[in-house]
């Protein structure tokens, strides 16, 4: 199996920037796509970023407005989430996904592997 943990996430301040972190643990080099999926209180999971097995293609959802930048180092089984003006509204829990094929889909049941989340919580 693969393991996915989270870590980084922290109250901040309106408008700071943030990056938070995912290691991949057991059985990573079964992982293809990574990506970013969130929740926010009384709200659905939704995406928030997707990036491929070799980092050359990424997308993310319309509310990122180029303020988050997703990447990723294979060697140390990781993706990061930069994230830049962030905005109360993006108050959640951020959750880190990976799939074992190449899918490049913003849908959560694409991927296998799901951490457990951390908090990021912006105040105004």
């Known amino acids: 199996q693969v393991q996915l943990a989270e870590t980084g996430g922290q109250l901040v301040q309106a408008g700071a920037s943030l990056m938070i972190s995912c290691s991949a643990s057991?059985?990573?080099?079964?992982?293809?796509?990574m990506a970013w999926f969130r929740q926010r209180p009384g709200k659905e999971r939704e995406f928030v970023a997707l990036?491929?097995?070799?980092?050359?293609?990424?997308d993310y959802a319309t509310f990122v407005r180029g303020r988050f930048i997703i990447t990723r180092d294979n060697a140390k089984k990781s993706v990061y989430l930069r994230m830049d003006s962030l905005e109360p509204e993006d108050t959640a829990l951020y959750y880190c996904a990976a799939s074992d094929h190449e899918r490049l889909s913003s849908l959560a049941h694409a991927y296998e592997f799901w951490g457990q989340g951390t908090q990021v919580t912006v105040s105004s």
């Open positions: 990036i491929s097995w070799s980092g050359g293609y990424a």
């Open positions: 057991g059985r990573a080099w079964k992982i293809h796509d």
